[in-house]
């Protein structure tokens, strides 16, 4: 076994004892208001994104910020067959980021923005830019060194969405 797999092996453990387990989460499911669910959140590892005051969808994003953050994390410390394995497991957050295009290009102003590196083009500049950016941005998830393909036909999301297909 390489250091590369060693130095994973050990962050993976450090980073597995800060996370809520199976009874926190159990315990947050079972908080009385979103408030209170929020609140323990703050309190939580998750706690560096998620903050008092957060609407539902700001949090269930900050957590999702907070868990692609501790992938990369992770990749860091493996060595290149590791990495593109944990590359699998963020392929969501390019098609959450795709999405957040997508909602831009329709509304002019979309969700609460990227969960991680926006792409070839931020979401800033896409309600100004028309379709063209989205398309750029599927052509460099097909080439991507994320593999964001093989993510997609491992999930139930290998479909593109419907406003994908009138923008392309």
Not at 96 to 117: F, I, K, M, Q
Request: aromatic share 4%.
């Amino acid at each position: 076994m390489s250091a590369g797999w060693v130095a994973g092996g050990v962050r993976a453990q450090a980073m597995s004892r800060r996370r809520l387990g199976e009874q926190g989460a159990r315990d947050l499911v079972a908080t009385a208001d979103l408030t209170a669910a929020v609140d323990r959140l703050v309190a939580s590892p998750y706690g560096h994104d998620v903050r008092r005051g957060m609407d539902l969808a700001a949090a269930q994003h900050a957590v999702s910020r907070t868990y692609l953050w501790n992938l990369r994390v992770l990749a860091g410390w493996l060595p290149r067959p590791g990495v593109e394995t944990v590359r699998l497991l963020a392929g969501w957050a390019e098609l959450a980021n795709l999405e957040h295009l997508v909602a831009t290009l329709r509304s002019g102003a979309g969700p609460a923005g990227p969960v991680g590196p926006a792409g070839p083009v931020g979401p800033a500049g896409a309600a100004t830019l028309g379709p063209a950016p989205v398309v750029g941005q599927v052509a460099a998830l097909a080439a991507d060194a994320w593999l964001t393909r093989a993510a997609l036909a491992a999930t139930s999301r290998a479909q593109p969405p419907e406003v994908l297909d009138e923008l392309l």
